[in-house]
T-cell receptor
């Protein structure tokens, strides 16, 4: 399994405050992804990265930004958190090599509550 | 637009009672279909990738099959530890290579001893 950690694992914040979630991987995978998971919507892609400093938007990117300054780290920032961003956030990676070249591997998730 | 529909939404089985989960998909061209298992409070765990109709893959009590319109996850003689949410996702051909996945909403499987 890909070594993926997310921090923090739980966070409660207030509306209007900035929040940054961190994803760290030890597998040297090229691709990294941020998803949110909500009841009734399943997993939806927020942003993804295809290399250091190379990022692009997913299907639900409004209100989110990302950065990737190192292969192993992918940050998700909520510039001004809103209650609609209360969700569970998952990071995933994809290596493009070996037997699992096309599979995405997921981290443990961060539960974010915006009051 | 790619779509994935999983059924049933929830399935309750007795230990040893075999059954199947369904994943119906609509995609312009299928590059791959993925099955994941998700335990409460954890991230999805990869199970299988299927690439072409007729393909089958097995792992312990699970077998995944693929047709041109749907995939089945067959569970043979399930045990309580198989209880989890099972997610299906598709990746379409063409477009960018970033590996966009479209997920279904999952089937919650509960296996009673």
């Amino acid at each position: 399994d890909a070594g993926i950690t997310q921090s923090p694992r739980h966070k409660v914040t207030e509306t209007g405050t900035p929040v940054t979630l961190r994803c760290h991987q030890t597998e040297n995978h090229r691709y990294m992804y941020w998803y949110r998971q909500d009841p009734g919507h399943g997993l939806r892609l927020i942003h993804y990265s295809y290399g250091v400093k190379d990022t692009d938007k997913g299907e639900v990117s409004d209100g989110y930004s990302v950065s990737r300054s190192k292969t192993e780290d992918f940050l998700l920032t909520l510039e001004s958190a809103t209650s609609s961003q209360t969700s569970v956030y998952f990071c995933a990676t994809r290596g493009l090599a070996g037997a699992t070249y096309n599979e995405q591997f997921f981290g443990p998730g961060t539960r974010l509550t915006v009051l | 637009e790619d779509q994935v529909t999983q059924s049933p939404e929830a399935l309750r089985l007795q230990e040893g009672e075999s059954s199947s989960l369904n994943c119906s998909y609509t995609v312009s061209g299928l590059r791959g279909l993925f099955w994941y298992r998700q335990d409460p409070g954890k991230g999805p765990e990869f199970l299988f990738t299927l690439y072409s109709a007729g393909e089958e893959k097995e792992k312990e009590r699970l077998k995944a099959t693929l047709t041109k319109k749907e995939s089945f996850l067959h569970i043979t003689a399930p045990k309580p530890e198989d209880s989890a949410t099972y997610l299906c996702a598709v990746q379409a051909e063409g477009g960018t290579s970033y590996g966009k996945l479209t997920f279904g909403q999952g089937t919650i499987l509960t296996v009673h001893p």
